[in-house]
């Protein structure tokens, strides 16, 4: 199967408009899954309890047709129970493979800051290689494989921050706010006559496409080109916030691959053949968002990460 740029703008509002069978207002939070899908990213959420940050991924799991998967994040939780693990057969005399939940297209995370370090490094290589080591033998995940993590800003008790080495791992950090007013209310029309648990496929949310669908798109992205002073403008992006005063921590050059990769898959989405400026703009504050730690200095000030990365896009010359 091969597709077109038009064919991927074509799937994409395709599978927009399934979600938003379920999902009401989050338009942007789609646009940035399908952004990460097709680069092969993947996605942290934050937000508080309520604003269907779970609901949402069964959504997107459901119109794009793929294995769902899904981890509670507990502080009692170990890698085996992500994973896996071989267990012995008394009937054959052999060790058996009992594959964990990670073995799906798309695994949500659950509350992913609840569980210890140690357990959140059992998902470190899967993000990376997209490939699990047991008892030291390698076993591939799906091509298409993808982590949707939750975690709520709230509460700060029985939480452990995510290590930077597993913060760099996620593409995106997304923020999921409240609903606009006008949005809650058809919430509330839609959901308040209903009792039980909420599935996207009651509300007629079915799959549009496949693996080999997604896997035809991503291959798509081959036919969008990124010149030359539109990849210079990324590594100046990203090399400034290294120099600046405020930031202790920088952005890494896999940060600029990955703001890269993702330009090229939002000028997919709208069936354009080339990166503009504009595409590293917009996505510059969710890729760097948590990749950047403030100097004592500045968090003393109240500075922003969101505002401060506003400002290097804003100070760095863009290409005309």
Do not use: W
């Not at 940050?53 to 507990?74: M, Y």
């Not at 005399?93 to 297209?105: A, E, H, K, N, V």
């Amino acid at each position: 199967m091969t597709m077109t740029l038009d064919d991927v703008r074509n799937l994409t509002g395709a599978i927009r408009a399934e979600i938003a069978k379920a999902i009401v207002g989050q338009e942007a939070m789609v646009d940035m899954l399908l952004v990460a899908m097709l680069s092969e990213g993947h996605v942290l959420l934050e937000g508080p309890p309520g604003t269907a940050k779970t609901f949402l991924a069964q959504s997107f799991a459901t119109a794009l047709g793929l294995d769902f998967g899904r981890i509670q994040f507990t502080p009692d939780l170990l890698p085996g129970d992500i994973l896996g693990s071989n267990l012995f057969n008394f009937q054959t005399s052999q060790f058996t493979l009992t594959r964990g939940p990670i073995f799906c297209d798309l695994l949500l995370a659950d509350e992913i800051n609840r569980t210890p370090p140690k357990t959140q490094a059992a998902l470190l290589e899967a993000m990376q290689e997209r490939r699990v080591t047991l008892d030291g033998e390698t076993h591939q995940l799906p091509d298409r494989f993808m982590v949707v993590a939750t975690q709520n800003p709230i509460e700060n008790q029985g939480v452990y921050p995510l290590p930077e080495a597993q913060l760099d791992r996620f593409l995106f950090k997304l923020l999921v706010p409240y609903p606009a007013e006008d949005e809650e209310a058809r919430i509330v029309a839609t959901y308040g006559k209903r009792s039980g648990p909420q599935r996207p496929a009651d509300l007629g949310v079915s799959a549009v496409t496949n693996a080999a669908g997604i896997a035809a798109a991503t291959e798509a992205l081959d036919q969008v080109t990124v010149a030359e002073d539109i990849t210079r403008y990324v590594v100046r992006l990203i090399r400034a916030t290294r120099d600046h005063a405020e930031l202790t921590v920088g952005a890494s050059p896999r940060a600029a691959v990955l703001l890269a990769s993702a330009a090229r898959a939002r000028a997919a989405l709208e069936g354009r053949g080339y990166v503009i400026p504009d595409d590293v703009k917009a996505l510059a504050v969710p890729v760097l968002r948590h990749r950047l730690t403030l100097s004592p200095a500045a968090e003393i000030e109240g500075r922003d990460i969101e505002a401060l990365v506003a400002e290097l896009v804003d100070a760095t010359e863009a290409p005309r």
